[in-house]
């Protein structure tokens, strides 16, 4: 059973700071990884995604991977009170098999 | 605003209706998906459309019948719904049912089973 673990949370931030939220992965043949943004009654907005090891930056969002931890977070610089929501980590790949896994979400607060 | 439309936003419905929930993408995506949502939990994965093929129904119950008529259409035909059944059903599309192919999803269908 493929399982991605995320902190429920909430966490909560001060506006202007960073946020970083994490996702462990137990399928060590994944290969693919993706934050999602949920606002509250919304559907999931893609952010960012990431295949390589390493840091990629987009704006004020890095998603950084670490295939060895089996371990992706995403950093948000700047945190604005309209980055409140729900951040959800996905995972596919391993074998033949894309189909995405969720984890079950980080809820994000930024305090004006 | 998303590039996949999902009509209608709301949907309440009674057991023994029948209804269905449409999403439409314009991407040229090859890939179409349902999921199921409850409050304060991840999406389910409920069936995978590649190619206008079913390709993956993840032992969703027979009340539930996807159907795609185009590369750009995806149907799902709801029957004796359940009040259980009540959830945000989310389209969405990807380039390719491949590992590195985001989804993109819709903005959802509420449904209220009663």
């Known amino acids: 059973q493929k399982e991605v673990e995320q902190n429920s949370g909430p966490l909560s931030v001060p506006e202007g700071a960073i946020a970083s939220l994490n996702c462990t992965y137990s399928?060590?043949?994944?290969?693919?990884f993706f934050w999602y943004r949920q606002y509250s009654g919304k559907s999931p907005e893609l952010i960012m995604f990431?295949?390589?090891?390493g840091d990629k930056e987009d704006g004020r969002f890095t998603a950084q991977l670490n295939k060895a931890s089996q371990y992706v977070s995403l950093l948000i610089r700047d945190s604005q009170p309209s980055d409140s929501a729900t951040y959800l980590c996905?995972?596919?790949?391993?074998?033949?098999?894309?189909?995405?896994?969720f984890g079950k979400g980080t809820l994000l607060t930024v305090n004006p | 605003d998303t590039e996949v439309t999902q009509t209608p936003k709301h949907l309440v419905m009674g057991m023994t209706n029948k209804k269905s929930l449409k999403c439409e993408q314009h991407?040229?995506?090859?890939?179409m998906y349902w999921y199921k949502q409850k409050a304060k939990k991840p999406p389910e994965l409920m069936f995978v459309y590649s190619y206008e093929k079913l390709s993956i129904n993840e032992s969703v119950p027979s009340r539930f019948s996807p159907e795609c008529p185009n590369s750009s259409l995806l149907n799902l035909h709801l029957h004796a719904l359940q009040p259980e059944d009540s959830a945000l059903y989310l389209c969405?599309?990807?380039?390719?049912?491949?590992?590195?192919?985001?989804?993109?999803f819709g903005n959802g269908t509420r449904l209220t089973v009663t």
């Open positions: 969405a599309s990807s380039q390719e049912d491949r590992l590195n192919s985001p989804l993109h």
């Open positions: 991407m040229g995506h090859r890939a």
């Open positions: 996905a995972v596919s790949g391993g074998g033949s098999n894309y189909k995405l896994t």
């Open positions: 990431i295949y390589s090891n």
């Open positions: 399928d060590r043949g994944s290969q693919s």
